[in-house]
């Protein structure tokens, strides 16, 4: 693990604490889902800059409206929740990027972040057997993110 | 009386997250009016008496810089503080921000001493 993925891992962690009240750690043995035809949801957010790049995080289905659940004091089960759930997967990305750019690159820079948005499930297949995968436990629900930089690229 | 705070954002989950932080801050808040981008929140503020304004910055519609500008050359908005909530921690973009006359800065996540310290220096400790 390099030091910039490093500092992505700490700082997906310290979001989903201080946001979401989630709490991550290793991903326990046998606690990664089998294949790629894991039931999961993923967001994407690219970040332009020096580096430029893109982080994109997949989560296990119900994982999202958990998450809006927690972050807005709601039951987990209720319709608000489940309505909510992409948008507050959207809005922790969206943190845990701005974060992590100052956590890695300071907070001299200025980078310009896209919008956060849904990747389709087929990329997903991609992601799950890339090299660069990161792999969290969110309370029991795998987490699996992938962060690409221009940096990453250069020979 | 107490506070009126306008709170602008798309995110549905951001709005319902800064109104329920803003209520952890036990400062007086007589009202939350929310809106979802630049021009919504213009067309609640003819309706509305607002004390701050708390914006994102990327809206569709109208982003929060245009809403600032458009609010600083209006005479009965101009004197409306505004405060931006971004994840963006570039100490380069706040000074920018400063510049054109932004009153603070709320960078997500945010807690509630967060959010009141904000008001409190913008506004002064409600009497």
Known sequence: MNTVREIATQTISRILGEAAFIFTDALADGAKPSDATWDADGVSLQFFGSPGGELRMWVSKGFACYAAANMLGIDGDSDDARRKGTDALKELLNMIVGNFITAAYGDTPVFELGLPKNIPHDLMEKDFASPDAVWLGAEGNPVLFILETDEAKKP | ?127
């Open chain 2, 1 to 127: 009386m107490a506070y009126s705070i306008m709170i602008v954002d798309d995110s549905d989950t951001i709005r319902a997250v800064l109104a329920r932080t803003l209520g952890m801050t036990k400062l007086p808040i007589d009202a939350i009016i929310s809106a979802t981008n630049g021009r919504d929140a213009l067309d609640k503020l003819k309706d509305s008496f607002v004390d701050i304004v708390f914006t994102d910055i990327h809206m569709p519609e109208m982003d929060g810089i245009t809403l600032f500008e458009t609010m600083n050359a209006h005479p009965e908005y101009k004197d409306i503080p505004v405060v931006i909530v971004s994840t963006e921690g570039s100490t380069t973009r706040i000074a920018e921000l400063r510049a054109k006359g932004i009153k603070g800065y709320l960078r997500k996540p945010f807690t509630p001493e967060n959010i009141r310290d904000i008001i409190v220096q913008t506004l002064g400790e409600w009497k």
